[in-house]
């Protein structure tokens, strides 16, 4: 059986995500980038902070 494979791409200032979901709905795929994103952010700014303290 063959499911579908939703390709979204959020572009973010100078960020862009990729996200491929199969057996997914498009809007869950778009959730799964929104998502994306936002944990990236996280992820950087966590990174950027240990970075200050050192």
């Known amino acids: 059986m063959h ?3 939703y390709k979204t791409y ?3 200032s100078a960020d862009i995500v990729r996200m491929s979901a199969q057996g997914h709905s498009e809007n ?3 959730e799964f980038c929104k998502m994306d994103l ?3 952010q996280a992820r950087k700014q ?3 902070y ?3 303290k050192k």
């Open 50 to 52: 240990w970075n200050l």
């Open 38 to 40: 936002i944990n990236d």
């Open 10 to 12: 959020a572009i973010d």
């Open 3 to 5: 499911k579908p494979i």
């Open 28 to 30: 869950e795929s778009l």
């Open 46 to 48: 966590i990174k950027d």
